[in-house]
């Protein structure tokens, strides 16, 4: 049985750094091309990377030089470490098997915000 597993999906400040993981099982991972895709509401799914077999990695424009993809064949687990992401980056992270499998993981929400605070208010407690 095929099985795709991401993992790592979280919510991380602009800047910051976040490293996915998608762990497979029940096909030949080293043949197959691993891809990382993501989607955000009401965008469509588009290609974030992917990486070969022989480690020959492709990137969309929108993430070259701030993501990386890597993969280990012996563990059968293809990453995505992302460093200084951005708001445009909030989407849920989907792993796919692309050369033969044809299977897609169920995916892991990124949401990066920098988390902003409302101005306060003043609660004051006297006897």
């Known amino acids: 049985q095929v099985q795709l597993v991401e993992s790592g999906g979280n919510l991380v400040q602009p800047g910051g750094s976040l490293k996915l993981s998608c762990a497979t099982s029940?096909?030949?991972?080293?043949?197959?091309?691993m891809a990382w895709y993501r989607q955000a509401p009401g965008k469509v799914r588009e290609l974030v990377a992917s990486?070969?077999?022989?480690?020959?990695?492709t990137y969309a424009d929108s993430v070259r030089g701030r993501f990386t993809i890597s993969r280990d064949n012996g563990l059968k687990t293809v990453y995505l470490e992302m460093n200084d992401p951005k708001p445009g980056d909030t989407a849920v992270y989907y792993c796919?098997?692309?050369?033969?499998?044809?299977?897609w993981g169920l995916g892991t929400q990124v949401t990066v915000s920098s988390g902003e605070w409302g101005q306060g208010t003043q609660v004051t407690v006297s006897s």
């Open positions: 796919h098997a692309q050369s033969y499998v044809l299977e």
């Open positions: 029940g096909f030949v991972f080293v043949l197959e091309t």
């Open positions: 990486i070969t077999g022989r480690l020959r990695t």
